[in-house]
């Protein structure tokens, strides 16, 4: 399941990249469908980036010169929610982080 | 006595624990991000400490307070050099590995362990096994007994494979990890394991093989494309954009690598706007081979002058057995068949394997005696008081977490979210401190405060500290019913379904997706009614205030709606309680927007006498039902509902013009009273109903349990764990909902089994030939039957029941699909 939720958000991505969103009502549809199956999905970007934040796996800049913002993810971070009180991190995100 | 149970991989780039209990090794997940691998780094800023993933990741942003493969080093007199606010502080190899040791520790629920097996590699000296000994003291371990890594690797592959040894063997174990290669000549025999001798590179690995990957393959390609020459170069140097694309390149070919490891070719996607790249190509495993290969080579050196150096060659070695994450790749286990001739064992996962290895020998290795028992060890624990504060329910996406010690203390504290994605790690406090804590959207967050001593040893710990995110809130504005969505069931009748929830904090908004359960010829007088209410969900629809209500008639229509196409609702309710209603219709692509303030109350006449006429059904059933069971009281009530409501019918049919006079405002409060009326007399007895038939599906599954496949017992495990939610909501149609999913579960579960067909061929046997489509050869084929069932031929058995069964006639055929329209209903309500 998680290999169909990277695809379909690669895919929403790659639309997004090219302004097309064309799709965009089927991909939220989609993504209702897995929240719908327990699958919690959270999308990062531009999010400031916390050394706290075991959610993402992060490549962090060399320098750091300004706000340290999430500005690209390669993969979204998937909770699974089990029942009200269990909810478990099933894939981190995986980001770049930049200065901005 | 008991055993140590306990086994620990300290590798120099990632490490592992796993705990031997009742004969089999589990590796123990991280409960922060929930990984089996640990990354042996660990890093210092601004006074927090952090092991793992998030220290690896500030290896470029914090390089001079990033510690990695230090492993290398222990032994040695060589030190760290930590900067922090209060200085610079050194810190040596044992220091940090006794960090990575802790962090593995606390991976174990319930008691702390206080011995451990630990993992190192064959090459290591006196000096350097002592020293990895003295952090297993400082990581507060009273017990540690070493254990080799290739004798840990053999030991998983011979008992999770089940090896019978009955002679003397040789072994080679191949370990080929992210950073480091080693390889050792394993001695094996009926009763005990050794290492004969060994070689390693601790400077080649897998990551060696990504960078030549990127060089080789990628760059070339890019280059190209871009027409940059020197595109190499500047990749190399890092900086600005160069370095963003370095890290997107290193993930790609990372990905890339373990999708070879499975097919024979990937395509490679690149999207990089910031220098214009946009491309793909299709990389062939040959290709990928050509770069793995003179990195294997290296590996193949260290093996044949291992061999020679003790006089073997392949043909002495029975097995080889793989270690580390690297010998994924197909092209080494080939190679290495390919030269050995003799069998390439990758039955055990290789990244746990050394993990493995050591639980398993943890679990026959004795703790010694002189061990303190538990309650001496609770009571010499220092008691300390602390006092807590937070916010319990918030609209912040982060919240402050902090706290004090009642008498003076100096130590360390650590707080986690429960799922995994927050952690502060490690940091020192004098007495009080506090924390910004990130939480997840609209859920509860359960947080874990742990208080250490000065030496780290934990003294405290608090798990019940729970912050809800965006579902209660006492000091925002709360909507004080559920607001609900009336929604058509397959019978005709209608029913509420709770669109968000009381207590729940203003704004909401929630989309809905649903289906159309009649087709709308375009133009015509038919309409689709979405009707919302305040009230509780599970009540009658028309005993609740319609806060929002939208008609779409044949006349508001671009083309025609057809039955079970979708539907998609935007409800969203404002902090003034205002109504908005978003309409898309994907097939006809038309959006209808409404706005509702319930000041501007909207009631339609004609959806009044619409809930009538469903309560007059109801009530005729009641009637018939409470005489037949001679309960006259109970009847009298209702037949002075039914008198009320048949008053009520003309009174509004009289108002139907009207729209100066207020009257059709009282008219539907009253048919509101009256509904209510019946709604509290019927609704108990119905979800008592529906309460005893979810039960009676629930033994049922029990009572077959057995024959339940793995997901159909997760399936039912899912249901039950959500009885808390549905069984007390008092809502029937909630409740059947599950109902009805235990019980197509029960069918599945129940056909997989061809014996309980037998039921079910007497059951079609005893039908009268009316109840079949084509009855000439229905003699015929219950005599077939019959003989199956004689001779137990089940699966025949099973043919020949499916085309009896497909032989029944629609009206005799028993639906199972919830989702399944059972008869036409006629309502002209919108949704199902």
Redesign the interface.
């Known amino acids: 399941m998680l290999a169909i939720i990277n695809q379909i958000f690669e895919l929403e991505q790659k639309l997004q990249t090219k302004n097309d969103l064309s799709a965009e009502r089927n991909f939220k549809r989609i993504f209702h469908e897995f929240e719908e199956m327990g699958y919690k999905i959270i999308n990062p970007i531009n999010r400031k980036y916390s050394e706290t934040d075991t959610d993402i796996e992060a490549t962090l800049p060399g320098t750091q010169r300004g706000v340290l913002r999430i500005t690209r993810v390669l993969k979204p971070v998937i909770y699974q929610v089990r029942n009200a009180d269990e909810t478990s991190l099933v894939q981190k995100g995986i980001v770049i982080v930049e200065a901005v | 006595m008991d055993n140590i149970n306990i086994g620990i991989d300290l590798g120099t780039t990632n490490s592992g624990i796993g705990k031997y209990e009742n004969g089999k090794v589990q590796v123990l997940k991280n409960p922060?991000?929930?990984r089996e691998i640990l990354p042996s780094v660990v890093s210092f800023?601004k006074g927090?400490i952090?092991v793992g993933?998030?220290a690896r990741?500030?290896?470029?942003?914090n390089?001079q307070n990033v510690f990695s493969a230090f492993k290398r080093k222990i032994g040695t007199n060589e030190t760290y050099p930590v900067s922090q606010q209060d200085g610079v502080t050194e810190i040596s190899a044992i220091g940090l590995s006794a960090y990575v040791l802790k962090e593995l520790k606390s991976y174990i629920h319930g008691n702390t362990p206080s011995a451990a097996i630990i993992t190192i590699p064959a090459s290591f000296d006196t000096i350097q096994s002592n020293a990895t000994k003295k952090a297993g003291y400082e990581a507060g371990f009273e017990h540690v007994v070493l254990l080799q890594e290739p004798v840990a690797a053999c030991l998983a592959y011979a008992n999770l494979s089940h090896l019978n040894i009955e002679e003397e063997q040789r072994w080679l174990v191949y370990d080929f990890g992210g950073g480091t290669f080693d390889t050792a000549l394993v001695y094996i025999n009926q009763r005990e394991l050794k290492v004969i001798d060994n070689k390693g590179n601790n400077f080649l690995g897998g990551v060696d093989i990504d960078h030549a990957f990127i060089a080789q393959v990628i760059i070339p390609r890019l280059a190209e494309l871009t027409g940059d020459a020197g595109l190499w170069e500047k990749l190399s140097q890092?900086?600005g954009v160069y370095?963003?694309l370095w890290?997107?390149l290193?993930?790609q070919a990372e990905e890339a690598k373990k999708q070879l490891s499975m097919t024979p070719s990937v395509w490679i996607e690149l999207?990089f706007?910031e220098l214009d790249i946009a491309t793909e190509f299709e990389i062939s495993r040959d290709i990928f081979n050509s770069v793995v290969e003179p990195k294997y080579k290296e590996t193949e050196e260290f093996i044949r002058t291992l061999l020679l150096e003790n006089n073997m060659s392949f043909s002495d070695i029975s097995r080889i057995v793989l270690v580390g994450g690297t010998t994924y790749i197909p092209y080494i286990k080939d190679a290495l068949k390919s030269i050995s001739k003799t069998i390439v064992d990758d039955s055990v996962d290789p990244t746990t394997a050394v993990i493995v290895g050591a639980a398993y020998y943890a679990g026959s290795q004795p703790k010694p005696a002189t061990e303190k028992p538990a309650a001496e060890m609770d009571a010499a624990k220092p008691a300390i008081d602390i006092k807590l504060s937070y916010e319990a329910f918030t609209n912040d996406k982060e919240e402050l977490i902090a706290f004090k010690t009642v008498n003076p203390f100096t130590g360390y504290y650590r707080i986690t979210r429960?799922?995994?994605?927050?952690?502060?790690?490690l940091r020192a406090f004098d007495q009080s401190a506090s924390e910004f804590?990130?939480l997840?959207p609209k859920?509860?967050n359960?947080f874990r405060l742990a208080i250490f001593d000065i030496r780290q040893t934990e003294i405290y710990n608090n798990a019940g500290i729970s912050i809800s995110h965006g579902l209660y809130n006492v000091t925002g504005q709360l909507l004080p019913e559920d607001i609900c969505i009336e929604l058509d069931n397959n019978d005709g009748t209608t029913y509420l379904e709770p669109v968000f929830k009381r207590n729940n904090i203003l704004p909401l908004n929630r989309?809905l997706?649903k289906v159309f359960s009649k087709s709308v010829v375009k133009n015509s007088d038919d309409k689709i009614i979405i009707n919302v209410v305040e009230g509780k969900g599970g009540t009658m629809p028309g005993s609740n205030l319609s806060i929002g209500y939208i008609e779409i008639s044949g006349k508001d229509i671009s083309s025609d709606l057809i039955q079970s196409t979708d539907i998609?609702l935007l409800l969203t309710m404002d902090e003034s309680r205002g109504l908005n209603i978003e309409v898309?219709i994907?097939s006809t692509g038309q959006l209808i927007k409404h706005s509702f303030h319930i000041s501007g109350r909207d009631v339609s006449v004609d959806k009044s006498v619409y809930d009538i006429a469903q309560a007059e059904n109801i009530l005729n059933r009641e009637l018939i039902e409470s005489n037949k069971n001679e309960a006259y009281e109970v009847s009298a009530l209702f037949q002075k509902i039914a008198a009320d409501l048949s008053n009520l019918k003309m009174e509004l049919h009289g108002v139907k013009g009207d729209n100066i006079t207020a009257e059709k405002y009282r008219l539907d409060e009253r048919k509101r009273k009256l509904l209510g009326e019946l709604d509290s007399l019927t609704r108990a007895r119905d979800v008592y109903a529906a309460l005893d038939k979810y039960k009676e599906q629930k033994e049922i599954f029990i009572g077959q349990k057995e024959a339940a496949k793995d997901q159909q017992l997760t399936s039912f495990e899912?249901i039950v764990?959500?009885e808390s939610?549905f069984l007390n909501s008092g809502d029937k149609h909630l409740i059947d909902k599950y109902r009805k999913e235990l019980s197509v579960l029960n069918d599945t579960v129940f056909v997989q089994s061809d014996e309980n067909f037998v039921g079910i061929f007497y059951n079609m046997a005893s039908r009268p030939a009316e109840h079949f489509k084509v009855a000439a050869n229905l003699g015929f084929l219950i005599e077939e039957g019959l003989r199956h069932v004689g001779e137990k031929n089940y699966p025949q058995l099973k043919q020949l029941v499916y085309s009896l069964y497909n032989n029944l006639r629609d009206e005799y055929k028993v639906k199972r699909n919830p989702d399944e329209p059972i008869g036409g209903g006629a309502s002209n309500l919108g949704l199902r």
């Open positions: 922060v991000g929930h800023r927090r952090l993933d998030k990741e500030q290896y470029l942003s390089a890092k900086t370095e963003k890290h997107y290193n993930y999207n706007p429960s799922d995994g994605g927050f952690d502060s790690g804590v990130m997840l859920s509860k359960n989309t997706y998609e898309y994907p899912n764990s959500r939610e």
